[in-house]
């Protein structure tokens, strides 16, 4: 064998070995956050809102979702020595009873780990009369996709209960706002709602579902992102949500450009820090594991 050959097979070998950025090929956005999550993770397999900060179940759940949805399996993210993502999962489930929020979350990370949930019955005891749980819109959207998660289709009776009750807080605007209807619409649950609807087996080109998105681009700002509040500035993951909402729907986030702005994807991307986190903002850098996990799930295009 030359030695030209043999140099060519070395240097093929330490690609494999080291990945693309070593072999020479610039990581992804969605390679680098997944890598400052793996960076982020303790040694019980958890996460906390940032490195090194201790595990709490919220943090958790939303890296699974996050890195699941990058196509990281949270069974093989583990420190040296500590425990994988998917027992941290498992074992803070356990503790994610108190409310209908929670447990949904729980359900759904579960989900993401490869595990099998046994808290259905528990968010099922928690839906109201009204079809609704906690009252509240976002919660609610959250019951759906974890329904979903579970095996519930969309013509089951709980199902049908949330998303009927859904439909019935949507604003004159065509926004969802967070405590019903009647109350200001925001970006979060909008987005949310949306996603929720056609997990309920409403058709994207079904009234409620494009009036949500017609109010929902009317508020993507010139830098493509999307705020929390109307009079606020673009957020990650506010942005995030709108771009789950978009594939739900079928539009490309790649080709939503207000006005000549940028996509969403592209101000996302924007947010994009040195060690691979996002940024919740311009101005802000607060809760990073937890904002690059959601933006993880926006980077994917992938919706709940």
């Known amino acids: 064998m030359s030695a030209r050959r043999l140099a060519a097979l070395v240097l093929t070998a330490v690609g494999l070995l080291l990945g693309p950025a070593a072999a020479g090929t610039a990581a992804t956005p969605s390679q680098r956050a997944v890598a400052y999550l793996e960076r982020a993770q303790n040694g019980d397999g958890g996460y906390g809102f940032a ?11 939303w890296a699974a979702l996050g890195l699941r949805a990058a196509g990281r399996q949270p069974t093989r993210v583990r420190q040296l020595g500590g425990d994988s993502l998917a027992e941290a999962v498992a074992r803070t489930a356990s503790a994610e ?48 996709f ?14 049908r ?24 619409s925001g970006i979060d649950e909008t987005a949310a709602a949306i996603q929720a609807l056609w997990r309920g087996g409403m058709s994207r080109t079904s009234t409620p579902v494009r009036r949500a998105l017609r109010w929902l681009l009317a508020r993507q700002r010139a830098d493509g992102g999307f705020p929390l509040t109307t009079t606020g500035a673009s957020n990650a993951m506010s942005t995030a949500w709108a771009i789950q909402a978009l594939a739900a729907v079928g539009r490309d986030p790649r080709r939503v450009h207000r ?30 594991v937890w904002v690059t996990a959601q933006a993880l799930l926006g980077l994917a295009r992938r919706p709940f």
């Open 97 to 144: 009873l108190d409310d209908a929020s929670t447990t949904a979350r729980a359900i759904l990370a579960l989900r993401a780990s490869g595990g099998a949930s046994t808290l259905l019955p528990r968010l099922l005891e928690l839906q109201l009369d009204n079809g609704s749980f906690d009252g509240r819109v976002t919660t609610t959207a959250f019951g759906i």
């Open 259 to 288: 006005r000549g702005s940028r996509s969403p994807l592209a101000f996302l991307r924007s947010l994009q820090a040195p060690d691979g986190s996002f940024r919740y903002s311009r101005s802000s850098a607060q809760t990073p």
């Open 161 to 184: 209960r949330a998303t009927e009750w859904l439909v019935g807080q949507q604003n004159d605007d065509g926004g969802f706002g967070a405590a019903g209807r009647g109350g200001p």
């Open 51 to 61: 490195p090194r900060s201790q595990t709490i179940p919220i943090a958790t759940h």
């Open 146 to 159: 974890a329904l979903r998660a579970a095996g519930r289709p969309p013509g089951d009776d709980a199902m």
